[in-house]
Structures are given as C-alpha cells and as structure tokens.
C-alpha cells in the first residue's frame, strides 16, 4: 500500500467512526425524546377484523363512533393522568359504542376495549411525525383483528372524525404544545427533516465505502 492509499484509508476510517458516532448520539436522542413524549400522550388504536374493503370501512365507522364518545371527555381533561383514569372508567361504554356501530351497520363482530403500551412504528399525522416506539394507548380490538388499524393522539385531542387533515389545526397544535417542552413540540415537527438527513448520510457512507 502506497503512502497515499495509507492516509486516505486512515482518514476514510475517521469520516465513518465519526459517522457511525454522530447516528448513535442521534438516535439515543431521539430514543430519549420519544420516552417523554410518550409520558404526555395518549393514543388511540382501532384494528379491524381483516384487511377485506368493507372491514376497512366498518373500522372507520366503529372509529368515528368512539372519537365522538370520547371527544367531550378529552377536552376536559387537565392532564394525561386524567385523562387515562376517564378511558379506564369509560372501557365497558366504549366497547358498548363499538359493538352498536357495527350492530347498525349487520355486523356481529366482538369489540374489545384495553388501554395498554403498544409499540408504533414512525407514524405521519397531518405534517407532524411521531417517533417510533411504546406508547400507551387505547387500543379497541373488532372481531379477529387481523386487519390494518388506524390511530390518532387520543390526548390531547388530536383526533378527528374528518379524516382528509393534510395538516394539524392550529388550535390542535397549541394543545399538544402545551403538554411538550418545546424542544419535544419542535421535534415532531422536525421529524421528516431527520429521516432526510439520515438517508443521505446512509448514501454518503455507501458511497465511500463502494466506489
């Protein structure tokens, strides 16, 4: 090995420690960021029977119909402590609400009703993205629940019975705003930027290491 081939190895082994430790910093940042946000929220799960088009359908009906119960409730919560003890209460009410929709709609389907962790893929709501990871949720299980689920921030209220939001109202902002330090508020809508940067540094590390 030439001189030269020598240091440019050597300095290609710096960029990619230096890399390798500018992910591993970010992620246990961003591991750490999403353990408090998750402290301050509450989310709802709605999994459906199976993935066939009218169980799709029904699970939105059966989630419109439990947004709607629990709407008037999480508005008056003032905290997400609170807000839980009212789910928890509430558990028996929200499997009834769901077993009615799909009573009305010639459904038999049991609904079952827990509030549990669940772990979340990165989720996009509107322009905000939230972390991977556990979050505590109430999760309503219809039938089989084999099929896709849907999920909204339950507290503070950020669900909507009008599913077509490209972009988190204001006024639903400013809830969320007020539970998060600003630095855990800023973060979610910082979210797409950082899964950004992170492929292109994944392409730049591939491009030293390949070429």
């Known amino acids: 090995m030439t001189e030269k081939k020598k240091w440019i190895a050597i300095a290609g082994l710096f960029v990619v420690t230096f890399v390798l430790m500018f ?35 029904l699970k939105m009906e059966v989630k419109e119909a439990v947004v709607t119960y629990l709407r008037g409730v999480m508005q008056d919560a003032e905290s997400v402590d609170e ?60 039938g089989k629940s084999a099929g896709k689920n849907w999920w909204c921030v339950m507290y503070p209220t950020l669900c909507f019975v009008d599913s077509t939001y490209q972009i988190v109202p204001g006024e639903s902002k400013k809830k969320l705003k007020k539970c998060l330090t600003e630095e855990e508020y800023n973060s979610l809508l910082d979210g797409e930027n950082g899964i950004e940067t992170s492929s292109l540094f994944i392409e730049w590390i591939r491009n030293i290491l390949f070429s």
């Open 83 to 142: 807000a839980r003890i009212q789910i928890q209460k509430r558990l028996p009410e929200i499997e009834a609400v769901a077993k009615e929709k799909m009573q009305q709609k010639g459904y038999s389907y049991d609904a079952d009703a827990t509030l549990s962790s669940c772990y979340f893929p990165v989720k996009t709501y509107g322009d905000m993205i939230f972390p991977a990871g556990e979050y505590e949720a109430l999760k309503v299980n219809l």
């Open 23 to 57: 992910f591993y910093a970010r992620q246990m940042r961003q591991n750490r960021m999403q353990k408090d946000i998750a402290k301050e929220i509450l989310r709802l799960h709605v999994v459906a029977n199976s993935d066939s088009k009218k169980d799709q359908a």
